[in-house]
């Protein structure tokens, strides 16, 4: 009996194959777009824990010798809210760039004298890794004499929790939009396949079929269409992910920061959610266009 419906299913696809196939084209763009925001949201919120594991300013020394690293060191321990200095000499900063990119490194090695300055690693205290204390703190070792610098990633940080905050907003406006679209297009393909099989429904109802029985090709041919889609639209993300990962630019980058594709949870969530999209629609449909 099932597999009589599934097999009913697909028939009347097949039948109706462009509304079909634009349906199913119309929900993978929708996943597309919706899942994209998911993984860049994703992305930038792992970005922001992984950063506030490890919160660190990188205070720059004068290369004038204003202060020797040692003075510099015990000034810096003094500050309240540091945990930790280390020194890093420009020659050790180097040598664990040249590690941390090692796909990388002829890139550097080419290099005519080192660019990089000597430095000091300053981890901070626990109760100092608000935002607003980091920057407080940062300020005063600033002044500090001997400091030409201090890095400890304002701006791109920054960035990414004004591109978490914004993408989470425009995600549920953005899965609203694609929601109605999918769910309308799914409608007029199951009427588009109600009406080309009324004659069969009427003579179904006329030997006594139930309505269940009757119903469930459609239900299930906007369950098969949701699939599909998903399918797609997952499969066109997995391979931008794949693209962008590879270049060359993205490439240095992602040996600093470890980018993740959607786990198996969130994939399996969309793809319930796009089936459910499906029957919905086709629930819809039905309601307005096979009345008992």
Known sequence: MIAWH???AFEDLVANRFISALTVITIAFSILMVSLAILVTLNTDIALREWKKS????????????????????????????????????EDALAELKARMPHHSSLLENLVENPLPDAFEIRVKPDEEGWERLESLADRIRTLPGIEEIEYGQQWVGALRDLARLLRMGSVGITGLFLIAALSIVANTIRLVVSSRKEEVEIMRLVG???????????????????????????????????????????VLAELIQFRFLPPA?????????????ALGAHLSLRRNLSA
């Open 266 to 278: 969130t994939l399996g969530a969309i793809i319930a959610a796009s089936m459910v999209v499906g």
């Open 55 to 90: 919160t660190r300013i990188m205070a720059y020394i004068k290369a004038d010798g204003t202060a020797t690293a040692p003075e510099l060191a015990r000034s810096i321990r003094t500050v309240e809210g540091v945990a930790s200095a280390r020194f890093i000499s420009r």
């Open 6 to 8: 599934f097999r009913r």
């Open 209 to 251: 079929a139930a309505e269940g029985f009757i119903r469930a090709p459609f239900y299930i041919a906007g369950l098969i269409q949701g699939l599909s889609g998903a399918a797609i639209g997952l499969a066109a993300l997995l391979a931008v992910f794949k693209a962008l990962a590879t270049r060359a630019e993205l490439g």
